[in-house]
Structure formats: C-alpha cells, structure tokens
C-alpha cells in the first residue's frame, strides 16, 4: 500500500511548504549516480525518508527541525551488505550492534542455517527476530539446500512455501543456486526460478567451477549473481554475462586481493558489490565490516567514489532496491557522515532518519534485545541418547578390512578420498589412531535413526570426541572420534545441550558451545561466543587435531557442495560420481 502521507509530506519538504523532521547541513555530499562530491549540500528528512538534497528550499529548515552539521564531512549512504550468512552462532541483534558502528545499515543474509534445519517455521521465526531489529536485515530464501537431496537430509521447503516467502517484503530472492543443480533443470528447480520471476526477486548464484558453456547455462536459467570468482578472469567472464559480482572477503575467503585486478579490465565497475558471504564472531568484534572492505579495496587500487557505488548503490540495484542505496529524494534515510572518505569508517549513523550511532556509540542499546524464540526452536533435534554400540562399524569380514577414509585438506574446504587399511576387533571395523584414521558418524535429525558411518584421515586427533550440530549445510549431529564411549559422551552431551559443539575427553567436557535454537544459534553474547570458541579451538588441540582453522573446518567436513569425498547420514558420498560408495573395498 502506498503510503501517501509519507509522500506528502515529502513533497510539502521538497518545495519548503512544511519544515523537515531532520537535516544535516555543511556536507560534502557523496553522488553515487554521478560519482560526484558536492560540497555545501543539505540533505534534509521526514518521516525517515530524505525529501531533498543540495539547496533546501526556504522554509524546508524550520524551527522544530533537527540540524545536524556534518562540518564539511562527506556523507555517503549507508553500506549494504549483499552476500552473508548472519543467522549462524551468534543472534541479530549482536550482529546489528556490531555493523552498525561500521555503516552497515541493510545486510542481506541468506537464510540456509535455519531453513534447512527448521524450514518454513524456522525462517518465519527468523524473519519476526529481523523485523524487531533498528536496521534493515532481509533474507533470501535458500535455494534447494542441501546440494544433494536424494543422498542427504535437511528441512524440506515446499514449493507452496516458497510461493508465500517470495511474497514477503523481508525476502530479497532465492539464495546462492549451485550451478550443477539448476543446470539439471527439473520440473521443481524450473518452478521455482518461474516462482522468483514471477514475483521480480533475483535467484543468487554459486557458480565455481562453472565457465563458458555452463556459465551461460547459468545465466540463461535466470541466475542474477555470483560471488565465488577468485581472479580477474573469473571476474570478468561473470560480469559479461550481466552477473552481479559481489567479490567476496570474509571469514571463509578473502578474494578481494585476488579479484580486484578485474577493474583494470573493465571501465565498468556497476555490477560489482563487496561482500563478506559470513563472518566469524572474531572478525566482527576485532575487523569491522564493510568499512575495513572499502578501505581495503582502495589499498588495492580501487577509486574511492567506485568503492562506494560498490558499498551502496551497485549493492542495492543488485536486488532491484530502489528505495536504498543513494541518497537522493524518496529514499530511506540511511545516511553516514565519514571524516575520511578513504577509511570509510562513519563518525554517525542514520537509520531510517534517526541517529543510530554516534563516534561508535549506539544511541538505543535498548532496542538490541534478543527475540525470543519458541519452545519449538529449542527442541528441534529429534533424536534419543545413544550407547557406544551406535559408533560400531560392524563387518562381515575378519581380520582386516580396507576402507575408503576422508581425508581433509590443509588449508581449504576440499576433502580427498584415501584408502586405508584397519583392524576388525569382535566383528567390528576399529579406527587407529596410530595410522591417524578415526571414526566419523553424520546422524538423521529429522527422526529416521539413521546415521552414516565413515573415517577421517589425517586430523591428527588421537583421544577424546567432538560432537556438533554445526555442519553445512544439512546441521546434521555429527561426531568424531577415536572411541566408541567417548563418541557417545560427546553426542549425548551435544543432544542435552540442544545443539552445538562440544569436545569431551575421558568422558569429561572439556569445552562446550551450546547453540540450541535449531541446533544454529544460542543465548549467549558476542564475547562469550568468542571465549567458547577459543576454548573449543583449545580442547581440540588439546586431543591432537592439527586442522587448521579448525572451529571453521569441521564445520565443512560434511558439506557437500564441495569436492571429494563426503559423508551424509545416507552414507559416503562421491561428488565427482554423484553417489553413494561403499565404506569398504573389496579387493
Ligand atoms: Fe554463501
């Protein structure tokens, strides 16, 4: 519905017939449309949306209007996170008193964690958590999560469902697209790219590996973006195709360095944002957000004025936003005053017309409170305790048996498939710690008791269990370890807490995170997130593992968007061949 009060009122501003809510007088005004600064402009609000810009018309500046005076500061529009994943281990409204210091006033999140584990309840939920929020938080909704749904497991999202989601306002589109399933084109992938056309939302898509031929598969089946090129060329291929590029620097990978060549390719920068694709709780208290990105792409060569088109209006035009991204009439009043035009870092924050943040300090701490989530998103793990027979490997052999084993790459996602040769003991396949080969199990959560028996090479881990519901991107309980009752402490203790991490040794806990809204998020603060991490790092330190980064790569064990060998609760699973393998070999 059209809010013509609004409207009115802006017009009313606009040709000085009734006096502003606000104004910011003495500013640099930075003109994203024109890559201009315009000194001595006034930007003046109502009703939280800006009415003018440049020269007030006289009587738009009234007694009753709040001047601010940006004292020849640059003002910019607020920053717009367009690739992230924000709804992981920590809760909104901690994020949102974290970015917004950093001039993040709108962050588009996929939704993928409490999708797959609680579907449609879980997202509605969590679109009543972002909607109590002072910022803009919008979701897209995930795309066919898990990547593999015949071999795994996750919260299905029916096509009724997704038709109700697109309706809504805080939905911006379809999450990342993984290019090998749209590519396949079936009835249900083609309804749903119909359903997000159909209501004008862009479908997001993950397209690495993808080029030429299946690249322009990818963009013909209605693909709007990409965020995993890793160089220029990457870069380049994708934005001729009419790809948003939104490069990513984050947590998970830092592309930028890599990627930002691709302006020296091409004069056309307005297809590219700057995204994080998720941050760790680390990175958020100690690395800032978009603000440290913009300063970073400058570093890298990128002009000032392009890197905040990049930040602002690119990132709104890349979900067809119009009401966001610039600061010219009509749009909302998201509005940052920067001493520095090159650090990025804002001194205020606007929101909607309102002060957000002044010289890093929230206005309204009371307003980030955390929403409360029903009973039902606490107990969303349908599974019983379990004894130590559940981690038997029983065989039918009788001495000794090869096995196909995961063996984690250092330093990136990937996993290769190793073969390995182990003992049978009273009927049952043992791992061997000597031969760095422990045991791997993915449970069902959604109540079918089936679990998926593996062996992971190569983590150096030789006692105790770690135990997580933390997994992409199914969140399937999934345990590790090298015995059966240590495995079995690590996952009863997982399920008592409701989800999370946990790594036990000799049946004590030697470090826990408890995460039991859906097994994703939990209750506590952004510091004490932080703490638990570092104590989880240190516990699995402590029985041997050598992952690097290893609070961030067990979590990716048994992701399946990624080469080679995997584990489901279905069981190992090829990703080249696109099945189910066996977990021994027959000679
Ligand atoms: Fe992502």
Known sequence: MTDFKTTK????????????????INARLVNVFTSEILPQSTITISDGKIASIGKPAPGALGPKTKIIDAGNDFVLPGYIETHTHIANVFRLHDFCASVLPHGTTTVISEATELGNSLGYKGLSWLLEEAAGLPMEISFTAPCFSPPYPDFESSYPISLDEYEKLLQLEQIAGIGEAYWPDILKADDRTLELLALAKHFNKPVQGHSAGAKEAQLNAFVAAGIASCHEPINPEQALERLRLGLHLMIREGSIRRDLAGVAPVKDLTRENRRMTISTDG???????????????????????????????MLTLNAAEAFGRQDIGALTPGRRADILIVPELEKFTPRLVFCRGEISVDNGRLSHAESYVPYKYPPA?????????????TFLYPTTKNDLVKVRAIKPEIGSMVTHAVTATLKVEKGNIAADSDQ????????DRYGSKRCGHGFLAGTGIREGAWASTLNWECYQPTVIGCNEVEMA???????????GIVVVNKGMVLAELPLPIGGIMGDLNLQEILKREEEIVAALTLIGSKLDNPFFHYQTLAFTGLPFLRLTDKGLFDIRKKSLVPLEIED
Not at 9 to 24: F, S
Not at 301 to 309: E, I, K, R
């Open 9 to 24: 009122k802006l017009i009313a501003t606009a040709l000085g017939q009734q006096a502003a809510d606000r104004a910011i």
């Open 279 to 309: 941050v760790t709780p680390s990175w958020l208290l100690n690395q800032g957000h978009l603000d440290s990105l913009g300063e970073k792409a400058v570093k890298l060569g990128f002009d000032p004025l392009t890197v905040v088109q």
């Open 377 to 389: 998103a606490y107990n969303s793990l349908g599974l019983e305790p379990v004894s130590g027979k």
């Open 436 to 443: 760095d080969i422990i045991k791997y199990v993915v449970f």
């Open 489 to 499: 402490a690590a996952f009863n203790h997982l399920l008592k807490m409701g989800g």
